[in-house]
């Protein structure tokens, strides 16, 4: 069982310490099921795969779903985890202490704590959120069991400086292909070459200029990158094929037909454009009364959220949802991903505050 249940910090480096890369989360799933059998007699548990679901039965009017997902990207030499100091201040170096293993921390902390609280509370510890759409496991949980995520508003603990950022952008990706005709390098004339061919695409990539859309009063820049290519056959064949890959971040007031629709028109020079994936972007639960308690709780503007997460799932089914973690998501992936150990603590104090029963 995990051991450091009452200090979010040293619980980060405990749980970043056990690999979880999507697809590997059985360990680290079956560490958070065991102590939370151990240790958190109030709390009823429910597992689907590495999905693990634990909900208080407090009797209170609201419910609150606060979620984190467990797995990370591949591991770089960047475990295990080290103290380091950066200009006067401790951070926790390695991989997952930003996406989002900090934030699972506070999380189960707090899960553990809470005997009481203002409102009743889902926790929710999912895996393969850093992977294609349909192996997501809140998504499947939530197929499979929708009535254990009924609430009033939900938290997902993805890193945020520990201040609020509210909504998501939407996510797709194409495979733009451009097709051509093989002959040998040295009669060039008698082929057509397919990554010529995609010249045209790619400069209009490399000159694009990103929208930012303003939703609810926060802004969201859009993105359109080309995140892969393949294509070519050998050094002396004129190529009949090349594939972009291609990934477009949509703000949350447009539709993910629509998205389609824009990628489609503006890559019409090429042959075809397939969808191999995309998630809708959230809007921003802003509104919401515990929205504006927990903004009130941290003491911070809330900003818009530029990437995509799991609020979207939430806001799908009609739940105010934030994102609310420790961590500079501008470090998520990277290979130097550091937290903060002042960000750890100020986010567990601000969930337990905005959580626990106001005092009689």
């Not at 475990?79 to 991989?95: E, F, H, S, Y």
């Not at 899960?111 to 510890?125: G, P």
């Not at 400069?203 to 990158?225: C, F, I, P």
């Not at 998630?279 to 995509?308: H, M, N």
Request: charge should be negative; charged fraction near 20%.
């Amino acid at each position: 069982m995990l051991q450091h249940l009452t200090d979010p910090v040293r619980l980060t480096a405990e749980i970043c310490n056990i690999n979880s890369v999507s697809g590997n989360e059985t360990a680290l799933a079956d560490q958070i099921w065991e102590t939370l059998l151990q240790h958190a007699p109030h709390l009823k548990l429910r597992r689907d795969g590495d999905c693990i679901i634990a909900r208080t039965e407090f009797g209170c009017d609201t419910r609150v779903l606060v979620a984190g997902h467990i797995d990370t990207v591949p591991v770089n030499h960047n475990l295990p985890v080290q103290q380091r100091t950066i200009d006067g201040a401790a951070q926790l170096w390695g991989r997952g202490t930003v996406d989002m293993k900090a934030g699972v921390a506070v999380q189960l902390c707090a899960a553990l704590q809470l005997r009481e609280a203002a409102s009743d509370i889902t926790w929710v510890w999912y895996d393969h959120e850093e992977v294609s759409s349909e192996l997501n496991g809140l998504g499947r949980a939530l197929r499979n069991s929708p009535q254990l995520f009924a609430a009033d508003f939900a938290i997902l603990g993805e890193p945020s400086n520990s201040v609020i950022e509210a909504g998501c952008n939407g996510t797709l990706r194409a495979l733009v292909r451009f097709t051509g005709k093989r002959a040998h390098s040295a009669r060039s004339w008698c082929g057509v070459n397919a990554i010529h061919r995609s010249y045209e695409a790619l400069q209009k990539l490399a000159q694009y200029q990103a929208e930012t859309v303003t939703v609810a009063g926060l802004e969201y820049r859009e993105s359109l990158n080309a995140v892969g290519i393949s294509g070519g056959i050998a050094g002396n064949v004129i190529p009949d094929e090349v594939v972009i890959d291609v990934n477009y971040r949509f703000a949350p007031a447009k539709t993910e037909a629509a998205a389609t629709v824009f990628v489609r028109d503006f890559f019409a020079m090429a042959d075809s454009v397939e969808i191999i994936d995309s998630a809708p972007g959230a809007q921003p639960g802003t509104d919401s009364e515990f929205a504006t308690r927990l903004a009130a709780q941290v003491g911070a503007q809330i900003r818009p959220k530029l990437g995509w997460t799991d609020v979207a799932r939430f806001t799908a089914l009609n739940i105010p949802a934030v994102n609310y973690g420790p961590g500079n998501p501008e470090l998520a992936h990277a290979d130097d991903e550091a937290v903060a150990v002042a960000e750890i603590t100020a986010c567990y104090q601000g969930l337990m505050a905005f959580l626990a029963k106001p005092s009689a």
